[in-house]
């Protein structure tokens, strides 16, 4: 025998000839790996495309289906039925089965079958039962269309895949691993799939996103229609109860109440958020409450949940499936494509089947009425052999019919039979009893035999509109079955959650300036800032050197700090403003410069890096703010003034590189701020996304207005209260609560009509905000506990469309509400409106004025602004009587 390499191992067996065969290791691994791999893939961890089934979940269902009588069977029972079929043990049909209950689609359960969303277990088979739904009784089971084998151990037979005529695996979804593959298929809402098999069947294009039984929120734009490389990102639904506690209402996909809360201890542990206590109390509902640290944020708490726990997880779809015994990877439209025509195609073969059997049904219906009426019967009486009567029968009939090929004319009356008679159906004139032939209807029998024309006809037209026959059999299964299984998980689009932005402060920034060390360790030493412990911190140093390094106990970065504060990556409106010493030409240079991408512990030089350079004057603009300062030069130098000033706003803002603009080229003694300065990067634009309630500068929502440094924003709310809030990008509004947001000016007018409880009066008030503290609410209602906020606006010159209503009546009415009512104090109750509520209200345009017969005249004009925010007037002259109008 011929060795290879010297480490062939051989196995001996014999061969046809009876001598000794050589079968190698290897080879052995290669079949054997090869029949378990496939074993694996087909018999256990991946779906087939006909039924959406695996192998055990379909001999569940048809074990259940032997067993249904319309009653509820002990899980246990199901479980030793299903074992006929199934070369496995009980767990895993048992563990199979409550998975397939949980999903409430084909298995109507009875007990505690535990809950998904907490994770609890189904209790023990022998205490919970269950039966098959009318759906799956519907959608799943004909033997008729059913492609049979025989199970393992060849007593039974069991069906090769069930005849679904519904899209289940997508209904369901499923998620197995195998040997070298795996799938996730995620599951679909209901109705949408039974209304999107609908438009393939009309040719239409679909489109198709996840829905689960948890609810929550779903991110689905690179969903990529559930192939391999996909991602859908799935969060909590989260309320914010008050400003000390959070609730979380509904869970991402796959996530258990104790799994969330497992994930907000572990985060909290390490500081990531802040919190005092989670508490379970999910009954009906999903109700995780988190009682928050005093002093924290509710709003970056939430963001905070999202980007270090389990309130956000990200799903990587991955749909494979198999299609006649080999695995496919393919989009969830390809997947219902393909079971919609599957559903059409059996829809077909049961009409066939159907009209095969009306056909025999009619065939016999009329040979019967021509053996009793005609008296073929009596035939029979002198015949004495079986063959005689089998003769005489058949000819007795053929005097009255006319078979398939049979040469007959236009006018002949005999009845025209769909096949020819065969022995068979006249062996079952034989068998009629003598009971029926005496009690026999002719008249019935007419009736019945054109009923069954007629549903042969039925049959034959939907057979011609297969296509519409099938839209009608899915629309029949929405509404009979849709109710009560609309989608539950929204579908938005989440912002990008920076962790650093929304991280707790679970760290204090130190720094030893003259040794060059920063940390949290550093406690004896000079404290910079809170921050947290994933934060990068930029460090400036004297000689005009710096670098960015992530956060640690203690780190060495460079003796003589002059600037450390916490870096926040893409950052381009933090501006550094800096004067530095050139050490080869002696002069005085300055610059201004962001910091917005580093590799991390690298050192970069903002001087031009020659010996003795140093720098003279730093600082740190968050804003792009540009200061005043005054320059002493040194009482030696030859210049003749000494003292003057610089401003930075005249410094273009440049690269990190740049060695700037040449300050002084005489030697500068010191450098002090004379004057803080305004941003020179101008005002920012920023929107409201009304539907997540958060500010932005993407363009996303309502544009709120320009801010500069300063500017704040004036909120009013449905409860009846209002906020002055500082401009914060990180802001939550809560969009249920929110009435109106714009841009705070001090002249700013509210409008507001109320319903005073005391004194059941619908009154109006108009006030300018009187209050100073800002991020603080103030409520302009009385406490009357009946006194309610109908309308508020800080739009100017509100015309308003109101409904009173009477007993006998509905009368509207207009109404400008500063014609009405001048501006009084923010506590006045106002006019009275009218004495009773009203029924309806909301915010008109301004009637236009009519334009004047007086002759046109020229006037001067102004030029109006492109846009106009809350708050904002145009004064302007209308040239002909010299008056200004304020608009």
Not at 707 to 731: P, R, W
Not at 758 to 778: C, D, H, L, P
Request: glycine share 8%; net charge negative.
């Amino acid at each position: 025998m011929a060795k290879r390499d010297n480490e062939q191992i051989e196995q001996n067996g014999q061969n046809g000839n009876g001598q000794d065969a050589m079968v190698t290791l290897q080879g052995m691994y290669k079949d054997y790996f090869l029949d378990y791999a496939s074993y694996v893939i087909l018999e256990r961890a991946v779906p087939a495309i006909d039924d959406g089934l695996k192998p055990v979940q379909r001999r569940i269902l048809h074990a259940m289906r032997e067993m249904d009588d319309g009653r509820y069977h002990k899980v246990a029972n199901i479980i030793g039925q299903t074992m006929q079929f199934h070369p496995h043990g009980d767990a895993a049909i048992g563990e199979a089965l409550v998975n397939l209950g949980q999903k409430d689609l084909l298995i109507d359960c009875q007990g505690n079958w535990g809950d998904v969303r907490t994770g609890d277990g189904a209790a023990a088979s022998r205490y919970i039962e269950a039966r098959l739904t009318k759906f799956a009784l519907e959608v799943a089971f004909n033997p008729q269309t059913t492609n049979w084998q025989l199970s393992y151990d060849g007593r039974k037979r069991e069906p090769i895949s069930l005849p679904m005529k519904f899209p289940l695996l997508l209904a369901q979804g499923a998620d197995g691993i195998a040997v070298g593959l795996s799938t996730k298929i995620l599951p679909h809402n209901f109705v949408e799939l039974i209304k999107a098999t609908i438009k393939v069947l009309q040719g239409k294009k679909v489109k198709l996103y996840p829905d689960f039984q948890t609810g929550g929120m779903a991110d689905v734009t690179d969903y990529n229609g559930g192939r391999r490389g996909g991602r859908i990102k799935v969060r909590a639904k989260i309320e914010q109860s008050d400003k000390k506690t959070l609730i979380v209402r509904e869970l991402p996909y796959g996530v258990t109440t104790g799994a969330l809360i497992e994930s907000i201890i572990k985060a909290s542990d390490k500081g990531k958020i802040k919190i005092k206590k989670v508490t379970d109390n999910t009954a009906q509902d999903v109700e995780v409450v988190i009682e928050l640290a005093p002093g924290v944020s509710p709003d970056v708490t939430v963001d905070a949940l999202y980007a270090f726990t389990m309130c956000e997880v990200s799903i990587s779809p991955n749909a494979c499936v198999i299609i006649e015994d080999k695995p496919h990877f393919m989009s969830v439209e390809e997947i219902l494509d393909i079971c919609t025509f599957h559903a059409k195609e059996l829809l077909r073969l049961e009409l066939e089947i159907l009209k095969h059997e009306l056909e025999e049904k009619l065939h016999f219906a009329s040979l019967e009425k021509i053996f009793i009426e005609k008296r073929i019967y009596r035939d029979i009486e002198e015949c004495e052999t079986w063959e005689s009567v089998i003769e005489t029968i058949d000819t007795g009939l053929r005097k009255y019919v006319i078979v398939p090929g049979q040469k007959a004319k236009p006018d002949d009356t005999r009845l025209r039979l769909l096949r020819d008679i065969t022995e068979d159906d006249i062996v079952r004139l034989t068998e009629i009893k003598i009971k029926r032939i005496s009690k026999f209807n002719s008249f019935k029998a007419d009736e019945q035999i054109a009923d069954l024309k007629n549903e042969l006809a039925q049959v034959d037209h939907n057979l011609a509109n297969l296509t519409d026959f099938a839209i009608a059999y899915f629309e029949r299964l929405l509404e009979k079955y849709g109710k009560g299984r609309e989608r539950k998980t929204t579908i938005t689009t989440f912002d990008a959650i920076q962790a650093t932005e929304v991280v707790a402060n679970n760290a204090k920034l130190f720094v030893n300036r003259e040794e060059g060390f920063i940390g949290w360790g550093l406690k004896k030493d000079e404290f910079v800032t809170d921050c947290s412990d994933i934060d990068d911190i930029i460090v400036f140093r004297r000689d005009g050197k710096f670098q960015v390094s992530r956060i640690a106990e203690k780190v060495f970065v460079g003796k003589d700090i002059i600037h450390v504060a916490v870096w926040k990556k893409a950052d381009e409106r933090t501006t550094y403003n800096m004067a530095y010493l050139d050490g080869k030409t002696g002069r005085s240079m300055v610059k201004r410069f962001n910091v917005s991408a580093i590799t991390r512990d690298k050192e970069y030089d903002l001087t031009l890096g020659t010996k003795g350079s140093k720098v003279l004057y730093f600082s740190a603009n968050p804003n792009g703010e540009a200061e005043i300062v005054t320059i002493h030069l040194s009482q030696g130098s030859k210049a003749k003034i000494k003292v003057f000033d610089f401003g930075f706003e005249d410094l273009a803002i440049k690269g990190r590189q740049s060695q700037g603009n040449i300050l002084s080229r005489y030697p500068v003694r010191k450098i002090v701020m004379k004057e803080a300065g305004r941003s020179t990067l101008g005002a920012i634009q920023v929107w409201i996304d009304e539907s997540i309630g958060r500010l932005n500068t993407d363009g996303r929502g309502t544009l709120l207005g320009s801010f500069n440094t300063g500017d704040q924003l004036l909120a009013l709310y449905k409860d009846g209260s209002y906020e002055v809030i500082d401009l914060d990008l990180a802001k939550r509004f809560d969009p249920a609560d929110l009435l109106e947001l714009g841009k705070f000016h001090a002249d700013m007018v509210v409008n507001a009509v109320h319903y005073e409880g005391a004194k059941g009066w619908t009154m109006v008030k108009r006030f300018r905000i009187e209050t100073t503290s800002t991020n603080q609410r103030f409520n302009y209602l009385s406490e009357h506990k009946d006194s309610k906020l109908v309308f508020a606006t800080i739009k100017p010159e509100p015309c308003i469309r109101y409904t009173v209503k009477t007993k006998t009546d509905k009368t509207e009415y207009e109404l400008e509400l500063a014609d009405f009512i001048d501006v009084k104090g923010w506590k006045a109750m106002g006019n009275k409106l009218v004495d009773q509520k009203i029924s309806g209200i909301k915010l008109i345009e301004t009637a236009p004025e009519e334009e004047s017969s007086t002759p046109e005249t020229e006037t001067e004009t102004e030029e109006l602004p492109d846009k106009l925010h809350a708050g904002d007037s145009i004064e302007f002259n209308l040239g002909k009587n010299g008056q200004t109008e304020m608009f």
